[in-house]
């Protein structure tokens, strides 16, 4: 940790890095993922999906950034290199030679449930140990992973 002026004790800051660091490492993976369905979806509704997948890639970036930029705020060292991402994240990996929009969509649904599972979890796991901060941070990332998944998961309905 490095030295700051922030007012939680280290153990706190020290624990609230923790968890943001495993949701940035996550973070990263989803955003590559939802590229991943971006580049190769294919079907009648591609250009509305593709189009709808790099608006999320977009979002799932700026969550990114949320999360970096708390864990800098806290005097921790954000770890978001690709190397750390693929060692680190929790999401179940995406599988290549997908082209079909439902098979994307399905995939892209699962991944943002899973990664707005995990930051509602970090909600009360960060309070519980003091830091209502980054508990507010996974509040906004949740609630908007939320969205996205409900963008994305509107078009595999009937």
Known sequence: MYRTSNTLSET???????????????AIDLHAQVKQAH???RGPAFIAI???LDKVAEAIEDYSDTIAERAGALGATAEGTVHVAVQR???EQYKL?????KSHLAAVTAAL???GDSARKAIDET????DQDTSDVFTEVSRGVDYQLWLVE???QP
């Open 127 to 130: 309070a519980a140990f003091g």
């Open 39 to 41: 580049w190769n979806v």
């Open 113 to 115: 449930a899973a990664f």
């Open 12 to 26: 706190i800051r020290s624990k609230a890095a923790a968890v943001l660091n495993r949701h940035l490492a996550a």
């Open 97 to 101: 030679g997908v082209a079909d929009e």
């Open 89 to 91: 994240s929790f999401l």
């Open 50 to 52: 593709h189009e709808l």
């Open 154 to 156: 509107s078009h595999l």
